[in-house]
């Protein structure tokens, strides 16, 4: 399923930072453990994955290092940064309270059904 470009824009850094608070990553590494903890729900091709990190890299949330690979490939490895961990936090509180809204209006929070 394709989502709306609005829709992802506001999901995709907080699915980021939560993939990232489990270790460093580079680009196409990130792209493929969003898709695979998503169930692959969610994909962010290079277009969108990229801008979005060198934003979240200006922002002070991620930290960018250079390294060569094993295959001499220069690759830019991204981590997290404690700034980067506090915007999280509050933004899994957020998504959290947002989700439980939608839910309650879905009516598919509590076991209720939509009528």
Known sequence: ???ERELL???APVVVLEIL???QMYGYELSGAIEARSANILTLGRGT???LLYNLEAKGFVVAEVRQS???R???YYSITGK???SLA???QQWAKLQQGVGLVFGILGGTQPA
């Open 1 to 3: 399923m394709k989502f």
């Open 9 to 11: 824009k506001g999901v």
């Open 21 to 23: 608070s489990a270790g």
């Open 49 to 51: 994955l990229y801008p």
């Open 70 to 72: 094993e295959n001499g």
């Open 74 to 76: 220069k690759r830019r």
């Open 84 to 86: 980067g961990r506090d």
């Open 90 to 92: 509050d933004q899994k």
